[in-house]
């Protein structure tokens, strides 16, 4: 039987005390019957009531504070999020979602999610939210949608199932817009396989004997690894017409171009004429606008875009490399560049041919070109995310001066150059508001950073580098007690190139600036890896590091 309330509990509490201190200089009087004795106690309640009235009102501002910076966290987010109910109508959607969705947010709620879908991707969301109801996973996947109703763009998607007393109440969806990243891993997968083109023609060159079978060698590694419609090389000839000696493609296309060569209306306007006369490299990225140079024929065999590069050496024209896409605007910049390093070297290449002399100089002008290939990589993912600016370059400082100080052969060092050149290249693919993200990533954002070096993994594999660079960009984040990414590999079984870099990129990273949080100095990084020196990191690689950059002032190498 509960006992009735006699005041002692009251007597006890934390606030009873404080109030009564607060009227310690007026004790109340020895008997509780007394009206002075009750006045008191009349005090001391009124004094909690104030504190307890105080109390409640700080934790209501707390409370509407701790509010407020949800509602901005979940309005703002970079990701879009909507809430479905059983019957798959929208019930909720913050502004990042509606945003993207090009629809405002009133005008979506109580609407079905599937006319934001794009008709040819209804199936596959109608399987997915069917699974995620049914098995009760979190299931993500990428998806058609459509901003303002029609315009459709590339999501991903994730969808997780919502439960009231134990049973399915709806959707959550989580979706980002992707486009700009598949644009961006195209653009990627075209460099690698330019990459591979050149890379496939620097071994033609190594391997000639013979002039002809090195031109006819090069023409087919362009058609066939780089995937254009033709290539040829020609010699200058009198008159303005010009003789190829190497071809392989297409064989309408080449054969019509050869009869235009007879054409002096054509020949006026010809690419290959134009390099060859200006010594400079000539493009046209979409041959059917221009109806005065007569491209009319090419265009109907297929050819939408040209490229022509002279072949130059020592100040002299030895011919031009043409190539012929079958796509518009397919020689940017970037392409161009690279094209430029393999009309170099196929230069080179001819000329060494032609005077039997400085083979060995080849050497040389191969690891250039593909020093200037590896850095155009680099580039490209710097250019898109600031903050990891020189971060590749810094790291590539700190391991070489590392190597150096552990007496690793000059071909490790050199492959450990190009390795920490891209070892971050990977990031290629991970939006860039992750990457510049001010705050702490969420589980899902993480998940796509670790993803990094297997991505790098992929865009180096059919890459055939003298040196282990796939390994090298997969297993930077091992650590040596398994707690790395992205395989948990231990000890020997992470190449030793992979240990130097995950040291440098670990003193590198702390030491510079990051959107989240200022550089913590080489200090605090040194004393990082000196701590997990042995079981994290390779114990020879921290002392090396530390010793180098102990020698130099504490800074990073250059």
């Not at 060569?261 to 054509?266: E, I, R, S």
């Not at 297993?475 to 790395?484: A, I, K, N, P, T």
Request: glycine share 6%.
């Amino acid at each position: 039987m509960k006992q009735p309330w006699d005041g002692t509990e009251r007597r006890n509490s934390p606030l009873r005390e404080l109030a009564e201190q607060l009227l310690a200089a007026t004790p109340p009087p020895a008997r509780e019957s007394d009206p002075e004795t009750l006045l008191h106690e009349l005090q001391v309640h009124q004094i909690e009531l104030e504190m307890q009235n105080e109390a409640l009102r700080q934790a209501q501002v707390a409370l509407e504070e701790s509010r407020d910076r949800y509602v901005d966290l979940y309005e703002f987010a970079p990701v879009g999020y909507l809430t479905l109910n059983h019957d798959g109508l929208i019930t909720g959607v913050n502004l990042t979602g509606a945003a993207l969705l090009g629809v405002e947010r009133r005008q979506l709620l109580q609407r079905r999610f599937d006319f934001c879908v794009a008709p040819e991707d209804r199936a596959l969301w109608r399987r997915l939210i069917h699974t995620t109801q049914t098995e009760g996973e979190r299931r993500h996947d990428e998806i058609t949608l459509q901003r303002g109703g029609n315009a459709p763009f590339r999501a991903r998607l994730d969808c997780q199932r919502l439960t009231q007393d134990g049973a399915p109440s709806g959707l959550r969806l989580a979706f980002t817009d992707i486009s700009d990243q598949l644009r961006r891993e195209a653009q990627i997968r075209h460099l690698n396989r330019i990459l591979r083109t050149v890379s496939a023609c620097n071994e033609d060159l190594v391997r000639a004997r013979s002039e002809p079978d090195l031109l006819q060698d090069v023409c087919r590694d362009i058609v066939e690894i780089g995937g254009y419609l033709l290539a040829w090389v020609a010699e200058a000839a009198p008159k303005g017409a010009n003789t190829p000696v190497a071809w392989h493609g297409d064989k309408a296309a080449y054969q019509v171009h050869l009869a235009m060569d007879h054409d002096p209306d054509h020949l006026r306007h010809c690419l290959v004429n134009a390099a060859l006369d200006t010594r400079q490299t000539q493009v046209c990225n979409q041959l059917n606008s221009t109806p005065e140079c007569r491209f009319d024929e090419l265009s109907r065999m297929g050819v939408a875009a040209a490229l022509s590069l002279p072949l130059l050496n020592d100040g002299q024209v030895l011919g031009a490399l043409t190539i012929f896409s079958s796509q518009t605007d397919n020689f940017d910049a970037a392409e161009v560049a690279l094209m430029e390093e393999l009309a170099a070297d196929l230069a080179f290449g001819i000329a060494a041919l032609r005077t039997s002399r400085e083979r060995d100089r080849y050497q040389l002008h191969f690891g250039q070109a593909m020093q200037s290939t590896v850095t155009a990589m680099a580039r490209t993912l710097e250019m898109r995310d600031p903050y990891t600016s020189g971060h590749q370059q810094r790291v590539t400082g700190l391991a070489m001066a590392i190597a150096g100080e552990l007496g690793l052969s000059a071909a490790q060092q050199e492959g450990l150059k190009f390795g920490g050149m891209i070892h971050d290249i990977g990031k290629i693919s991970v939006p860039a508001e992750i990457l510049a993200k001010p705050g702490s990533l969420t589980p899902v954002e993480m998940l796509l950073i670790r993803e990094h070096p297997e991505t790098g993994r992929r865009i180096v594999a059919d890459i055939e580098f003298p040196w282990p660079m796939a390994q090298m960009i997969v297993q930077h984040h091992e650590r040596l007690d398994g707690s790395g990414y992205p395989f948990g590999l231990k000890g020997s079984d992470i190449l030793l190139e992979a240990r130097i870099l995950a040291v440098a990129d670990v003193v590198e990273a702390m030491s510079s600036h990051r959107p989240y949080r200022a550089g913590l100095g080489v200090a605090a990084a040194l004393a990082e890896v000196e701590r997990g020196s042995g079981a994290q990191y390779d114990a020879d690689v921290v002392a090396a590091c530390i010793k180098v950059v102990q020698g130099n002032d504490m800074r990073l190498p250059e």
